[in-house]
Every structure is written in C-alpha cells, then in structure tokens.
C-alpha cells in the first residue's frame, strides 16, 4: 500500500491563506492520494513533512516547503503583491491544474493574490464608506475559528472541513474558467460574424460580457433566457461596476409588460430595469425590435 502524503500546516487559528494552500496542495497531488494533515509547530513533525505549508521558515517549491514567514519574505510579484503560503503552492501547481497559464494568472488575480495580500498585511482596497468593506473570502474562514466561548472545539477538524470547501471553491473556479475559454471563441466568431458589431446576437446564453468589452464597438448583446424569454443587455464600461456604453432608454426605465409595449410600440415587450441595463421581451423578433430602438435612441 502506497504512503501517505503527509501535509504539514500550523496549528491553532486559521487562515484563507492556509486553508486553500492545503486544499491546492491536495488537488495537485490527485485526490486519489493517501493525504495525512497534521496541523503541528514542533520542527521534529514539520522536517519529515513532504509537504510542509505556512509554517517552518523555508520556501522551497522543489523541496515542497512554502512558508514565507522568514526574514524577508517568500518573494513579492511584479505588481508588489508579496507571495503568502497559498500564492507559494499556487505558483507551482496553478498551471497544472489548470491546464492553461493564462487561465492560472486568472484565478491567481481574482482569488489568490486578495488572500496573499490580506495574509500580509497589504491593503489593495480604499472603502468609499467608511468603515464599509466588502464580505470576502477571507472573511467566511475566519468566522469559522472558534471564539473564546467554545474552548471545547475540535479546530483541527474544522480546518479539514474549512479544506474542504475551499477545494469546491477551486474547483469551481477552475471548471468556470476553462468553461469561459471555451465561449470566448464563439464569442469572438459571432462578433466577427455580425454585421452591425454595435449589437452582437446570441442564440444561446455564453459568458459574454468580459470579451465583448474588449472590443471597442458592441453597445448591447442579446441572448435567450432560462425562462423562454429573450433579454437585450447593455455591455460594461468596466468589469466591477454597473456602467455601460450605452444604456437602455430613460423613458423604459421600470416599465413592464403592457405600459412598455406602449411606450414602444413593440408586441412582447416584457419589462425594462430600471436601471435601464437590461430589457427582456417574450420572443427574439421582439427583442430584435427593442435594441432597433435602443440604438438609435
């Protein structure tokens, strides 16, 4: 019987940070594997680790040790980002697990460098509000240590249940990424397809927007909904706000069914948000009719 891969992390309190280097290191090495996790400070236990995370005062990817609590860190990324233990295991395994680098860069942006930088003390958000930060990934694993009120919890196994869901979390990144690859070049065949690049048409829903801002001319996308129903949808300035190039009419705004058919003259006008960042319509004819309207509004 093949050995146990014996993961090697602190002990006591718990990080996203620590959370999710464990659970790469875990789909890395295959979740067939034989894993042991022992959460340890004692330098006996952490030496004969094969792998040994955010504890142990060494990075060294070839010998499976990624800690970077040493003197002068574990390396900082060329945007000023320092490297904490999951950005360390992320470096080395991402792309593997990826399967694409530029889908390992990706996630590394979105997920992992927010975690390393929270772990290091860099602050990459200025609140508008004050004292007003946005729930985040760090926040959910640390409300899961145990308060001073419930000494008698078992924390080294709520850290494996913590592993646990951060592996759902990377597995779902990953597959939505990969899955996002694929629709990008449909995407990018139907912009270059359409004749009026103004308004790019969708015969089923494809994660769209992030591509199609990366051409200068859409204004609005259409696409079949869930529902049956067909929506018309502004495209964004940007990626991490509500903003479009072009929005809907002001005098759509919040009308619905029979009081936006009349407004606009279309039969199958369903509703306008009013936001006026999407519009829905019954059939595709219709929808075809709302953004006639809308782009030359």
């Known amino acids: 019987m093949d050995k146990k891969i014996s993961i090697v992390v602190h002990s006591g309190g718990f990080h ?22 022992t959460r340890t400070r ?9 792998c040994v995370v955010d504890v142990g005062g060494v990075y060294n990817e070839t010998a499976n040790r990624f800690d970077h609590h040493q003197i002068g860190g574990a390396g900082v990324r060329e945007n000023g980002i320092p490297y904490a233990s999951f950005g360390l295991v992320w470096k080395k395994f991402g792309e593997e697990l990826c399967g694409n680098v530029e889908i390992a860069n990706k996630i590394d942006q979105k997920l992992i460098q927010p975690i390393d930088a929270i772990d290091n003390g860099v602050n990459i958000i200025e609140p508008i509000f004050e004292g007003i930060y946005p729930y985040n990934v ?5 409300v899961l240590i145990p308060t001073w009120k419930e000494e008698g919890a078992d924390i080294d196994k709520i850290f ?34 359409s004749k009026d690049k103004r308004l790019i048409v969708f015969d089923r829903f494809y994660p769209s927007g992030e591509t199609l801002m990366e051409f200068t001319e859409p204004l609005f996308k259409i696409y079949p909904r869930q529902e049956g129903t067909w929506a018309l949808e502004g ?5 991490h706000s509500f903003n479009r190039r072009k929005f809907l009419p002001e005098i759509w705004a919040g009308k619905k069914d029979e009081e936006l058919e009349n407004i606009t003259g279309i039969s199958g006008a369903v509703f306008c948000h009013v ?22 509004n």
């Open 42 to 50: 004692d330098e006996n236990i952490i030496n004969r680790g094969d």
């Open 275 to 296: 936001g006026r960042f999407i519009a829905v319509a019954k059939t595709k004819e219709a929808i075809l009719k709302l953004a006639a309207v809308a782009l030359n």
């Open 160 to 193: 494996l249940e913590a592993v646990s869901c951060a592996k759902i979390i990377l597995k779902r990144e990953i597959k939505k990424r990969k899955d996002g690859e694929e629709a990008r070049h449909i995407v990018i065949e139907e912009y270059n397809k």
């Open 16 to 37: 996203a940070d620590d959370i999710f280097a464990v659970a790469t290191l875990m789909l890395a090495l295959g979740e067939d594997s034989e894993f042991s996790v």
């Open 235 to 239: 495209i964004k300035t940007d990626h």
């Open 138 to 142: 760090y926040d959910f694993f640390d």
